[in-house]
């Protein structure tokens, strides 16, 4: 389980996240959700250690964040993480030397998916094929848990069509996912848990079948509710 | 370990073709300036014999003969020029060694930070990797020099040829800054040159940590411990301090090595819980 608790942050003199808590358990879709600037990609962040954060603690697995749990966990964050200069097969070469948990096999079907192709330089790549691609190099790491930033942030259609389809896949199932998104609808069936952020505070954080079987809402129908107030 | 050698490999190969750029060009220019030296030496050197109307066994009698490191004249920026251009490529690179991975399209620093290791290991090996540049740089002029001396025993006629041994003959071109021939002078270079690196490099963790903070914080402390050795040397040259010049020179190595420690302690613990992606 991934357990945020009480993480608070400043950033140029505003407070970004201010007391944010909450759960995000293996097996399960968690999705966090909030309007620009709510501080979702910065608790992603924190969650990975690539922004420290001033106060309160993350823990993966009941364990502090360290360079070991960086073994059970992956980001896939919303820009690329490897340089334009390299080739998409040299980029799954580097991720097959430096992560011991790395599928080669299942980076294989992943690329197949997506038919990206292996000749291909990174920096060249459009956003929609970017996104596919930092998408291979988050699924196919065999972790416990993925993060995943906006990944269908200014991608057309028919890709965010073949990306949701990895939401339904193998590639998911036991594995704990936590995703920020601004296109709710496209995995809205899918997500298991919706927190809700503003303004660097959770103002909801419920369980979305028993949301749809008690209240009769959708996570849509919530979020106009607080977020229309 | 492995790890450690893989990110060596991965930031070598990312400098690898401006590291093959900067070295051709030493050697086309170094290699090229020697010949035009040469030429325009022994075209003097002729037209004083044809004037004067000595042979050359003569002229080497009256004027001596000429060693490798006195033939270069006007022409001596075609050596330094190169190693002018290697200094500031690898000055510029200790910089952007960091800032590449953090500025353009993608952010390979996130990558680098999520790595399954430790990131200090990030710092060492960028720092392996620069070194290596530059004793690549500095095998390469000890190399060129050797290529200089053959072309010099083949183009300068046998009455004008003054024999030197390598080593006299990097002395004789004023080389002996970048490339110390006593072990001690070699240790002391560079010793002193790879703890400025480290300075700078736990600057630029300062400055990716606190920002402008950082930055003034890390150029201050930098500057004063370079101001403080080069006053400590200024005194053991003038032998006007109450110390011995080796006590001044041990306690310069010793503050070097005091400051190699505090900015290899700074960078790791900036790595592990301030630098931000």
Redesign the interface.
């Known amino acids: 389980m991934i357990e945020v608790s009480d993480i608070r942050k400043r950033y140029r003199r505003k407070n970004v996240l201010n007391g944010i808590s909450f759960k995000a358990e293996k097996g399960r879709i968690t999705s966090l959700i909030g309007l620009n600037g709510a501080g979702k990609s910065t608790i992603l962040?924190a969650i990975?250690?690539?922004?420290?954060v001033d106060g309160g603690s993350i823990r993966i697995g009941g364990q502090p964040l360290s360079?070991?749990?960086?073994?059970t966990i992956a980001?896939v964050?919303d820009?690329?993480?490897?340089?334009?200069?390299m080739k998409l097969r040299d980029g799954l070469q580097?991720m097959s030397?430096?992560?011991?948990?790395w599928n080669a096999e299942k980076a294989e079907d992943l690329m197949s998916f997506f038919r990206l192709e292996r000749g291909e330089r990174?920096?060249r790549l459009s956003k929609g094929t970017a996104a596919k691609f930092n998408l291979v190099l988050g699924m196919a790491q065999d972790v416990d848990y993925v993060l995943m930033d906006e990944p269908f942030s200014g991608i057309d259609l028919f890709s965010r069509e073949r990306i949701a389809e990895v939401f339904t896949s193998q590639l998911v199932e036991d594995r704990g996912v936590l995703i920020t998104t601004h296109e709710i609808g496209d995995i809205e069936h899918l997500v298991d848990r919706a927190v809700m952020l503003d303004q660097g505070h959770v103002i909801r954080d419920f369980d979305c079948e028993e949301m749809r079987s008690d209240h009769g809402k959708s996570i849509i129908d919530v979020m106009r509710e607080v977020y229309r107030t | 370990m492995k790890t450690y050698l893989k990110l060596v490999h991965l930031e070598i190969y990312r400098f690898r073709l401006v590291l093959l750029g900067l070295m051709a060009m030493t050697s086309a220019i170094q290699l090229i300036g020697l010949q035009l030296a040469m030429r325009d030496r022994l075209q003097a050197i002729r037209g004083q014999l044809t004037r004067e109307g000595l042979s050359l066994a003569q002229y080497a009698e009256r004027y001596n003969g000429i060693p490798l490191g006195e033939i270069w004249s006007h022409r001596e920026s075609w050596m330094t020029f190169p190693i002018v251009i290697c200094i500031g490529g690898i000055g510029l690179y200790i910089f952007l060694i960091w800032y590449r991975d953090w500025f353009g399209r993608s952010a390979f620093v996130y990558r680098l930070l999520m790595l399954p290791h430790s990131r200090f290991l990030l710092y060492v090996s960028k720092f392996t990797a620069l070194m290596t540049f530059v004793f690549s740089l500095f095998a390469l002029q000890i190399g060129i020099v050797a290529v200089q001396m053959t072309m010099y025993r083949l183009r300068m006629p046998d009455e004008l040829r003054v024999p030197r041994t390598l080593v006299d003959t990097i002395r004789g071109m004023d080389l002996v800054l970048f490339i110390p021939v006593r072990l001690h002078e070699f240790l002391l270079v560079y010793g002193f040159g790879s703890v400025f690196v480290l300075l700078l490099f736990t600057t630029i963790l300062m400055e990716r940590s606190y920002r402008f903070k950082g930055l003034l914080a890390g150029l201050a402390y930098t500057a004063g411990t370079l101001m403080l050795v080069a006053w400590m040397w200024a005194q053991a040259e003038r032998g006007t301090a109450l110390l011995y010049p080796s006590e001044l020179l041990a306690a310069a190595i010793a503050l070097m090595l005091l400051n190699a420690a505090l900015s290899l302690w700074l960078g790791r613990w900036l790595l592990r819980t301030k630098v931000a992606a």
């Open positions: 962040k990975m250690g690539l922004t420290p360079p070991e749990i960086y073994h980001f964050p820009r690329l993480t490897l340089p334009g200069s580097l030397d430096f992560y011991p948990r990174i920096g």
